[in-house]
């Protein structure tokens, strides 16, 4: 039965997760189609590249820049279409040719690689590097480019401190563009107090060693808003080897981080009360156990299944029963200690850890105060709108070492446990193997 339970909640858990990536992906589709009608007007070539150095997608301006007309690149190796960007520095201007010695004619082009490392994949934007300083037209297309990736460029000169943010960066910072004079001490100013020493870590060891620098870290709006961006780059050393710039880029990456959390929430706890899950559950049962043999102390498993709850749900719908068993998760984790681990694993029944079991008292009588203490708090009315509603309990108490030895023992003598004290009646619990009685409390 146990399994059975388990194996329900863990496929609830399962489908609530599955439901949201499905939503995620149709979003994120609908997402890529329009970047991809948005690539598709551009001047400028955009190619997305895999991590085995393969085309997956490009746009039309793409193919006509390398010199392919309307033939699709899709699965060229982008080393055979532009041989010079082999290991170039993500995030960092970078002048190539073609490679087809045919085609010499053609203007020099600018790549510049959008992802982590040349490695992995990202995309990358070409365009043709007629000249040194781009006219009005040739910035305004430039920055729609920056606007598709969604990044904003930063140059950073090590010895002056002086900073150069591209505009879509002010507004990361929490600025008008033009607001403010970018600086290094600006920069170190608005990154979060917790993360500037990870920062400035960060961008040392890029500089000594000339590994690239990837950080994310939170940075504090002049109104106090907080955001998470993430920032990119590597040095530009000068004829002696000395590093003397770092450039890169930085993206906003505040959403990804909630969409984490939300499905971190998800993949660990329960939807309807949000208490740990199975998984959790079982996690934490394991290190307690762990503890528990270093320091030769007890661990209780306590087993809790509501008696009277399926009444309630086909009485007055599932609406109703969701409410009582919230409100249960509630009391219970208002009744068990901090430093107890509540869980719900399944329908009507929850879970309880609780670490340092007493050791000064008879095991039977510190049992006895916890079985008393849980059914005098799940044996109060729950009252939704004018209904007052009752449930029992019946719980079920296994002790380690007293008990079981291992995880999967313990699980298996509180659960059988409760189902002897469930079929005994209501408001009653059993230790181990001896059934106490508890009179129900009005």
């Known amino acids: 039965m146990l399994l059975t339970l388990l194996t329900s909640a863990g496929m609830l858990s399962f489908l609530a997760l599955l439901a949201m990536l499905m939503h995620r992906e149709r979003h994120a589709r609908k997402q890529l189609a329009q970047y991809q009608a948005l690539a598709e007007r551009l001047h400028e070539g955009v190619l997305q590249v895999e991590r085995d150095g393969r085309i997956s997608w490009h746009n039309s301006a793409a193919a006509r820049l390398l010199g392919h007309g309307n033939a699709a690149l899709v699965g060229k190796h982008l080393a055979d279409c532009l041989p010079q960007l082999s290991g170039m520095v993500a995030y960092t201007p970078q002048r190539c040719g073609l490679s087809d010695s045919g085609q010499s004619n053609r203007p020099a082009m600018e790549a510049l690689r959008i992802g982590p490392a040349a490695g992995d994949s990202g995309i990358l934007l070409v365009q043709p590097d007629t000249k040194a300083s781009r006219s009005s037209e040739d910035a305004e297309r430039f920055k729609r480019s920056q606007y598709f990736a969604r990044i904003g460029t930063w140059d950073w000169r090590i010895d002056s401190d002086e900073l150069y943010w591209s505009d879509a960066i002010y507004g990361m910072f929490g600025y008008q563009v033009g607001q403010v004079t970018p600086s290094y001490p600006l920069f170190c100013a608005s990154v979060h107090p917790d993360d500037q020493a990870q920062v400035r870590a960060g961008e040392l060891r890029c500089i000594e060693t000339g590994e690239n620098h990837d950080e994310e870290y939170r940075v504090v709006w002049p109104d106090g808003t907080q955001r998470w961006l993430r920032e990119t780059g590597n040095v530009v050393k000068d004829a002696d080897g000395r590093a003397v710039r770092m450039m890169g880029v930085v993206r906003d990456i505040t959403e990804e981080k909630a969409w984490a959390r939300e499905l971190y929430q998800l993949a660990h706890h329960d ?43 086909d009485q007055y719908g599932h609406a109703v029963g969701d409410r ?7 009391r219970l984790s208002r009744t068990l200690r901090q430093s107890d681990t509540l869980a719900r694993i399944g329908g009507d029944e929850f879970v309880a850890i609780l670490e340092d079991f007493a050791e000064s008292r008879p095991l039977e009588d510190e049992a006895r105060a916890v079985a008393e203490k ?69």
Request: net charge positive; aromatic share 6%; no cysteine.
């Open 324 to 330: 009582v068993l919230v409100a249960t998760g509630t």
């Open 374 to 442: 849980i059914l005098t708090a799940l044996s109060k009315a729950i009252q939704i709108g004018s209904t007052a509603h009752h449930t029992g309990a019946s719980l079920g108490i296994a002790v380690f070492p007293e008990h079981a030895s291992n995880m999967d023992r313990l699980i298996h003598t509180a659960d059988m446990a409760m189902y002897e004290a469930k079929r005994s009646g209501n408001n009653q619990y059993r230790l181990g193997g001896d059934l106490v009685t508890q009179p129900q409390t009005s």
């Open 271 to 313: 939807p309807l009360t949000g208490l740990p899950n199975r998984l959790v559950f079982e996690a934490h049962l394991a290190k307690s156990l762990d503890r528990a043999r270093r320091h030769n102390a007890r661990v209780a498993l306590v087993f809790i299944d509501l008696n009277g709850f399926k009444a309630i749900n």
